[in-house]
């Protein structure tokens, strides 16, 4: 068990670029989530993945952003035409249909 | 609207006294409560969590209390250590909606030696 992991641990982009965002659960966790934090507040839920189907996206989760998780394994959070409201720390959860989630060191975004 | 709410942004304790984090929820379909503690550049790490069919669970130095009909939780840290300075988040949430999780905005609790 070597934790959720996420890469890159820090991303600086420009305004308008994309950005990808990789997060590789705990081995066997069938359910992934994604959140965001912005400074000050507490993590926001963006969507969650059983396996490999996509469940729920929150409304936060605009057309710019899209998520898979091909083959239920690793998850990919992409950021399309990025703007400086999305600069925050993205987190990455895994569980495994128990209630409780561990969370990855996340991935810290500011678009410049 | 914030459903689950931390109306202490920071808390200052003596080492060795007890901490108490507060937290409070408008949703009653929530039925599963859980803190995490964050040092800065980390993910929020699970301590603790209670299910709404009990009124308390204690592991070790930490205790949480539900009061359902209040609407409210509450950590209990004794003794504090200086270790235990972080960023406490409580979160919610319902069996029905995925287990995703709501958060608080956080306590800061801040150890003295």
């Known amino acids: 068990d070597t934790g959720v992991s996420q890469n890159p641990r820090h991303k600086i982009t420009k305004r308008g670029q994309n950005v990808t965002f990789r997060c590789d659960p705990i081995?066997?966790?069938?359910?992934l989530y994604w959140y965001r934090q912005t400074l000050g507040q507490g993590p926001e839920f963006l969507t969650y993945?059983?396996?490999?189907?996509?469940?729920?996206k929150s409304r936060l989760l605009s057309d710019r952003f899209s998520a898979e998780r091909p083959k239920g394994s690793f998850s990919t959070l992409e950021i399309q035409r990025t703007e400086q409201g999305d600069s925050a720390m993205y987190l990455c959860?895994?569980?495994?249909?128990?209630?409780?989630?561990?969370f990855g060191p996340g991935t810290r975004l500011t678009v410049l | 609207d914030q459903q689950v709410k931390q109306n202490s942004p920071s808390l200052s304790v003596q080492e060795g006294r007890i901490s108490i984090l507060n937290c409070d929820y408008t949703?009653?379909?929530?039925?599963?409560f859980l803190w995490y503690k964050k040092y800065p550049a980390e993910g929020p790490t699970f301590l603790i969590s209670?299910?709404?069919?009990?009124d308390k669970n204690e592991d070790g130095r930490f205790t949480v209390f539900l009061n359902k009909s209040a609407k409210h939780l509450s950590l209990h840290i004794v003794p504090s250590q200086p270790g235990d300075s972080a960023v406490y988040f409580c979160?919610?949430?319902?069996?029905?909606?995925?287990?995703?999780?709501?958060f608080g905005g956080g306590t800061r609790l801040m150890v003295k030696p």
């Open positions: 081995s066997e966790h069938n359910r």
């Open positions: 979160a919610a949430s319902e069996h029905n909606a995925g287990n995703m999780l709501t």
């Open positions: 209670i299910s709404s069919i009990k």
């Open positions: 949703n009653s379909m929530f039925d599963y």
């Open positions: 993945f059983q396996n490999e189907a996509q469940l729920e």
């Open positions: 959860a895994s569980s495994l249909g128990s209630r409780q989630q561990f």
